[in-house]
């Protein structure tokens, strides 16, 4: 099984300002990693797949980057609706597919 | 628009069993390959379990493997998992989720509000 690492757990960010996200492999992914955004209550929100590939609709203040066993989701510069969890998910080596443990983006 | 409406949560006794069930509409269900993805209080997302497009092929994680049973009807747009032998571990917010394609299973491009299930006593 590919374990999935986020870090940081949490990141205070002013709005306006950049924040990036980290996530990490266990073993190589190669590039089919994608990115979700998550509100309580809501359902998860696909931001970015194949690591750099922005779902339709989605800002372009979210980029994605990265390939093997590190990426990266950069929010250029965050809005008040951005504030949310981040879970980043592997679907190179499945099953299971496997989320990362999340990065909450709360505000500084 | 793509929607996912899931139902059929709520309480249930450890051991017992449980049927959730997700509509889809605004988008070809039988032309997509779905999931079921999980979130238990305080933690985060866990998949649970994906379907072909056919039915043909079902996968599951190690956690509910042979206690959980996913399958679709075509007909109906509509997506299910039967839970059987619940535990105090699998009380979750469970949401359906929309593969990008036929092929391509892991990318999942909408999902639902989710359904609360509690197992206790």
């Known amino acids: 099984e590919i374990v999935m690492t986020q870090s940081p757990a949490t990141l205070s960010v002013s709005p306006g300002e950049r924040a990036t996200l980290s996530c990490r492999a266990s073993h190589t992914v190669r590039d089919n990693l994608a990115w979700y955004q998550h509100k309580p209550g809501q359902a998860p929100r696909l931001l970015i797949y194949?690591?750099?590939t922005r779902a339709t609709g989605i800002p372009a203040r979210f980029s994605g980057s990265g390939s093997g066993s590190e990426f990266t989701l950069t929010i250029s510069s965050l809005q008040s609706e951005d504030f949310a969890i981040y879970y980043c998910q592997q679907y190179d080596s499945w099953p299971p597919l496997t989320f990362g443990g999340g990065t909450k983006v709360d505000i500084k | 628009e793509v929607q996912l409406l899931e139902s059929g949560g709520g309480l249930v006794q450890p051991g017992g069993s449980l049927r959730l069930s997700c509509v889809g509409s605004?988008?070809?269900?039988?032309?997509?390959?779905m999931s079921w993805v999980r979130q238990a209080p305080g933690k985060g997302l866990e998949w649970v379990s994906t379907?072909?497009?056919?039915?043909?092929?079902?996968y599951y994680a190690d956690s509910v493997k042979g206690r959980f049973t996913i399958s679709r009807d075509n007909s109906k747009s509509t997506l299910y998992v039967h839970m059987n032998n619940v535990r105090a571990e699998d009380t979750a917010i469970y949401y359906c989720?929309?593969?990008?394609?036929?092929?391509?299973?892991?990318?999942?491009?909408?999902w639902g509000q989710g359904s609360l299930v509690i197992v206790s006593s």
């Open positions: 379907i072909s497009i056919s039915g043909s092929s079902t």
């Open positions: 605004g988008f070809s269900f039988s032309n997509f390959a």
């Open positions: 194949d690591a750099s």
């Open positions: 989720a929309k593969a990008n394609s036929a092929s391509q299973y892991g990318k999942l491009d909408y």
